[in-house]
T-cell receptor, first 111, second 115 residues
Framework: GNSVTQMEGPVTLSEEAFLTINCTYT??????LFWYVQYPGEGLQLLLK?????DKGSNKGFEATYRKETTSFHLEKGSVQVSDSAVYFC??????????FGAGTRLFVKA | DVKVTQSSRYLVKRTGEKVFLECVQD?????MFWYRQDPGLGLRLIYF???????EKGDIPEGYSVSREKKERFSLILESASTNQTSMYLC??????????????FGPGTRLTVT
């Protein structure tokens, strides 16, 4: 079946450090891939998405590239800020209605 | 901007009570979803609806039911609340159609405590 695996947290970084959160997936067909972010006390919101192989999604300095050959969609940011502290969820959608979410990775950024 | 609102941010109920969680979206989305979020378990889909009066079970429907009488409103019902239903409940909506890569828009969540 379809599944998403992302690195366990928490991830703790100092401000201005480079961020990578790994995400790999298993899916039949050609899924669309998403990163959602959940700030403390809020629901999830879309951070970025990619709908086909080699697409790069980007938003707010975050980037992720859809790699079909490695079934990966790793999230990166060159310089994190304290305000980036949140939980990040990788997700996939393969036709139908059901989005499959990873378990989430909590990020703490220290000033 | 899409807005998904949930009727309560925090709710405390007693075991055995019937509990209604309401969700309203204002962007004419076809699809609506209810999830519960628990530490270490991520998001788990309870029910979803792809049209008015249509519903499908998700991964953990036991102990829950849903109602969608109007397109903008999707209600989650706990028929007889139990302590293991203490959780954060998230509602979401998205555009419809099988061909679309449509992201979901989430409400702020309802933290339900059953005592």
């Amino acid at each position: 079946g379809n599944s998403v695996t992302q690195m366990e947290g928490p991830v703790t970084l100092s401000e201005e450090a480079f961020l990578t959160i790994n995400c790999t997936y298993t899916a039949t067909g050609y899924p669309s891939l998403f990163w959602y972010v959940q700030y403390p006390g809020e629901g999830l919101q879309l951070l970025l998405k990619a709908t086909k192989a080699d697409d790069k999604g980007s938003n707010k300095g975050f980037e992720a590239t859809y790699r079909k050959e490695t079934t990966s969609f790793h999230l990166e940011k060159g310089s994190v800020q304290v305000s980036d502290s949140a939980v990040y969820f990788c997700a996939l959608l393969t036709g139908g209605f059901k989005t499959i979410f990873g378990a989430g990775t909590r990020l703490f950024v220290k000033a | 901007d899409v807005k998904v609102t949930q009727s309560s941010r925090y709710l405390v109920k007693r075991t055995g009570e019937k509990v209604f969680l309401e969700c309203v979206q204002d962007m004419d989305h076809e699809n609506m979803f209810w999830y519960r979020q628990d530490p270490g378990l991520g998001l788990r889909l309870i029910y979803f609806s792809y049209d008015v009066k249509m519903k499908e079970k998700g991964d953990i429907p036991e102990g829950y039911s849903v109602s969608r009488e109007k397109k903008e409103r999707f209600s989650l019902i706990l028929e007889s609340a139990s302590t293991n239903q203490t959780s954060m409940y998230l509602c979401a909506s998205s555009l419809g159609g099988l061909a679309g890569a449509y992201e979901q828009y989430f409400g702020p969540g309802t933290r339900l405590t059953v005592t």
